[in-house]
């Protein structure tokens, strides 16, 4: 029971005829209508007209004007109603308070697509704020994209649609450049065409209403002119669609940001440009690093990274070797990569040795490798070769300075053999203007990225191997958690309820404790004593010594009242603390804030104190914080932060950028604490903070680390005002594990399976999946056949494995072997384009064993089922036409088939709205 993609033969296009992407009218345009075309000298309305008219795109151009008959000599149309051609592409640039219904009229005649050039929306205050709304409205009830509004328009050189008030045309190249700014673009064009570099898409996304980032990513993505995407930013909009179309497309096309307002007035100055919140910088760079994206601070620098990781492979790490014919150079390259985070390579004794051989006896002998100003093309050539070989190595800059003995054009042509070098990048600096001209042009040519300063080349280095460490921890397989226990959310909902109806926001640290304890953070035990006598009840009932806390209603930094009294060892020492507290309060906040004590055992400080806590960015909803805790956590500020969900492999690279993790590791002989644990009580932090939406922040801190325990000795937890209408609560930029699709299933035989949303620790239990898999049903899942390395691979089974819930789901049937005690992967049922505006597709595989066994049936009835809760409008899939008994599960389900005898494949189609 396999249906398959058919991807394998042909496209899903040219199999079935399939409708086109909602974005296609942008990219290929068949008749485009200009709605405020205008002959007036330099208005954006003549200049667009004449640019989508002077440069050929293979269809027609319609201009609107309701007070002229004609425009530049074209027939003017007095509206789009009265355009007598399918009109599928608009592009409007005239007032702001007319567009709305423009929009409307361009539905009416089937029109999908729109340029708003236009501003006036939502930059512009309150009236501009309902008439983007209005417009959009108009734009969903006819199922029309709109890119903008405020924006230059759009390029797509390929095809030669220009529909932008640019003063020129863009060439055709394999980069797709993606910006908020118009006049960015317009500066960006100014230079490409100074340097010849061309675009397969040059678009102007405004203040992005509709048309977003995920959306366009996506499209690239799957464009097969496009190598690479590079975008000037200014607010992420849309943060959970932006994050998982980078993520899918990062593992194939590089794609490179530009983030625009990193300081507070920047920060201004983008939100009132735009309209939109911007969000913390540093979420920002965390987001980035999760997705796989390379962010970068010039603008040099996106279309230098793009040539370098077209051209080069990525470095392994961060360790770059310098080899040069002068000392300054050398000391420049080894600033800027050490400023980095770059780290200079220890050239091994062999290397050395090899060297001796041939280089002068003043040569360097470290790391830069200065080979004299006297090098001529061979000992720079001799000397790369010999480097690259050293497996201490990541990468290579070769310097070359113009000296009197130098021959720049020659050192250029024998290094060119040296472009490729297994899987250590080249790069190069040739210092000296136009008198190295000719040899930049012939290493360029050759495939080595050359700058006309070393410091540049050394900054592009540490671009590469940190984008490449963001890739492979895209594909890191994270351990299975150590206990899978569920979390009491029962218990959790029914204080968060509680203490809402009081109308609080702010949990007492008990109640603070009890939902951590829920969801398995360790805490102490703890009392709550309203009088003396029953804080030594509990103090007694617990064992000295005890330490005494306030409890209080409203107040949550204890110790700036008094609030904290420790090692207490006796009956008349616990009376005092109470006194003492209670006391202090009174004098310092007002004895209604003080509510009783709480009473815990004094927990020996034997370890390390950290701090673990969320909170809410703007644009990404709930972020996580990890780093060095106690009461000078603001002083020293080191923490790292996270989006939550976490696995094993996240939470260890969290903890890692932070020094506190050094200590945690052990130092000075103390034995290290169990990171293991440490992470896996990260990943069930993070589920808290994705789980229960009320909660706005948490901290703990301290939280104590030692080699015996890791135990929450403070918590405090704030909730959203209890006014706030639940859709309005920020969600997690990234959607969480989707635990509600899971269920058991009892198959034919009685033998009762769990079928669960896949996760990336499944990869090794899909590698043993795969091995049982036999030809035929490989060849009916894929219409091909794929050995079992190409089925194995691990960057694959990552891809499998790690999804974006929010655009798929992948349905594991889990099985464990009453003999063993084994568990396996017995099936897999997927539904894809779940965010897409596209249908999604539906493909199912099931171990030989198991087939005839239900599971197909069923897996496909979930996938219906989730598909209608995912808000998806048509299911397909494309079945091998052998395939008899996928083709009678299909049709079972309600699937409409369409067989044609000229294709390998039977088309299936559920129309679900």
């Known amino acids: 029971m396999k249906p398959s993609s058919g991807k394998a033969l042909k496209s899903a296009h040219d199999i079935l005829g399939h409708a086109e992407h909602p974005l296609d009218p942008f990219f290929k345009p068949k008749n485009v209508a200009m709605i405020g075309a ?27 004007n309701p ?95 220009n529909a932008t008030f640019a003063a020129g045309m863009a060439r055709t190249g394999s980069v797709g450049f993606l910006s908020q700014s118009g006049a960015l673009c317009t500066a960006v064009l100014d230079w490409s065409l100074a340097e010849n570099v061309g675009f397969s898409a040059f678009m102007s996304l405004g203040s992005m209403a509709d048309v977003g980032w995920g959306d366009l990513i996506y499209y690239l993505g799957n464009d097969p002119k496009t190598r690479s995407i590079l975008i000037y930013m200014e607010s992420v909009g849309d ?67 793009a040539e370098v990781l077209a051209k080069q492979p990525r470095p392994k790490g961060p360790r770059l070797t310098v080899l040069t014919n002068a000392g300054g150079p050398g000391v420049l390259a080894a600033d800027s990569l050490l400023l980095g985070d770059g780290e200079l390579a220890e050239i091994s004794d062999q290397t050395i040795a090899e060297l001796d051989k041939f280089l002068p006896s003043t040569w360097s002998r470290r790391n830069p490798i200065d080979i004299i100003g006297d090098a001529d093309p061979e ?51 040739w210092m000296g203007g136009v008198d190295v001209d000719a040899g930049v042009r012939i290493l360029n040519q050759a495939g080595i990225p050359t700058f006309p300063y070393p410091d540049t080349a050394a900054r592009m280095f540490n671009y590469m191997w940190r984008y490449a460490s963001n890739l492979r921890a895209l594909y890191e397989t994270p351990s299975y958690a150590q206990d899978d226990a569920e979390a009491d959310t029962a218990k959790v909902s029914a204080i968060l309820d ?16 009890d939902v951590l304890a829920a969801y398995g953070v360790p805490t102490l035990p703890s009392r709550i004593a309203t009088t003396e006598d029953q804080a030594v009840e509990a103090a007694e009932w617990m064992g000295y010594p005890v330490v005494l806390k306030l409890h209080s209603l409203t107040i949550t930094h204890k110790t700036d009242v008094g609030g904290v009294q420790l090692n207490l060892k006796t009956a008349d020492a616990v009376r005092a603390a109470f006194q003492s507290i209670r006391d202090s309060v009174a004098a310092k906040a007002g004895l209604e804030h003080f509510n009783g004590v709480n009473v815990q055992p004094f927990a020996k400080l034997d370890g390390y104190e950290v701090i673990l806590g969320s909170s809410i960015d703007p644009q990404f909803g709930p972020v996580m914080l990890f780093g060095m805790g106690g009461q000078l ?30 200590a945690l590791k052990g130092v000075r002989g103390r034995k290290p604490v169990d990171l293991a644990a440490l992470e896996q009580l990260l990943v069930r932090f993070s589920r808290l903070v994705v789980e229960q939406h009320w909660i706005k922040e948490i901290d703990i801190n301290p939280l104590l680390a030692s080699p015996e325990q890791l135990l929450a000795l403070d918590a405090r937890i704030v909730l959203h005002d209890p006014a706030t209408k639940p859709e309005d609560l920020p969600k997690p930029a990234i959607r969480p594990y989707p635990s509600q699709y899971s269920g058991d299933f009892n198959m034919k035989n009685g033998e009762c399976v ?29 219409l091909q056949m794929l050995n079992l390395s190409q089925r194995t691979a691990h960057e694959r089974l990552t891809r499998i494995c ?112």
Request: net charge positive; with cysteine; aromatic share 6%.
């Open 379 to 429: 000992r720079y050539a001799k000397t790369l070769e010999v480097v690259s070989k050293d497996e201490n190595t990541d990468g290579m800059l070769v310097i070359l300075t113009p000296q009197a003995m130098t021959d720049s054009t020659q050192t250029a042509q024998l290094l060119r053999p040296l472009a490729k070098l297994g899987e250590r990048p080249v790069i190069a600096s």
């Open 802 to 913: 790690y999804i974006d819930y929010a655009n798929q789901m992948a349905l594991a049937v889990e099985r464990k072997d009453p003999a063993t005690g084994e568990t396996k992967i017995i099936g897999i049922g997927r539904i894809q384009g779940l965010s897409a505006a596209t249908d999604s597709e539906f493909s199912i595989v099931v171990a030989d064993e198991y087939q005839k066994s239900g599971l197909g049936t069923e897996l496909l009835r979930r996938l219906i089922e989730i598909g209608k809760k995912e808000g998806v409008k048509a299911i397909t899939a494309d079945i091998l036409a052998e395939n008899s008994a996928m083709q009678k599960v299909a049709e079972k389900a309600g699937f409409k088939l369409t067989r044609d005898v000229e294709e390998p494949v039977v088309s299936a189609r559920l129309e679900l709205a």
């Open 498 to 513: 509680r203490v809402r109806a009081e109308g609080r926001t702010i949990l007492t640290e008990f109640e603070s404790k």
């Open 633 to 662: 956590v603001e002083v020293f500020k080191d923490r790292s932060l996270g989006l939550p969900p976490l696995n094993s492999t996240l939470a260890r690279r969290m903890m890692e950028r932070t020094k506190i993790y050094k």
């Open 38 to 64: 205008t002959e007036n000298p330099g208005s954006v309305g003549r200049t667009t007209l004449w640019n989508l008219i002077s440069s050929p795109f293979g269809g027609a151009v319609f201009p609107v």
């Open 239 to 305: 943060a959970r669609s932006f994050l998982s179309a980078a993520r899918e497309v990062a593992y194939t096309k590089p794609i490179i940001v530009i983030k625009a307002g990193r300081t507070a007035a920047g920060s201004q100055a983008a939100a009132s440009h735009t309209g939109s919140m911007t969000g913390s910088d540093d979420v920002l760079d965390i987001a980035f690093r999760r997705s796989g994206v390379l962010r970068v601070t010039n603008i040099a620098d996106l279309f230098y990274m």
């Open 754 to 782: 769990r079928i669960r949303p896949i996760r990336p620790e499944d990869e090794p239990m899909m590698v043993k999946f795969h091995e049982s898999l036999s030809e035929r049903t490989v060849y009916q899942r894929y």
């Open 67 to 161: 007070k002229r008959d004609s425009v530049l000599g074209i027939k003017a149309y007095k509206s789009v109603k009265e355009i007598p051609a399918e009109i599928d592409l608009a592009v409007i640039a005239t007032n702001s308070k007319l567009i709305p219904g423009i929009v409307k009229e361009c539905g009416e005649i089937g029109c999908k697509a729109a340029v708003v050039i236009s501003a006036g929306f939502k930059e512009a205050g309150p009236e501009g704020i309902e008439l983007e709304r209005q417009l959009l409205a108009n734009a969903k009830a006819a199922d029309m994209r709109i890119i903008g509004p405020n924006c230059l328009g759009i390029m797509v050189p390929p095809s030669g649609i």
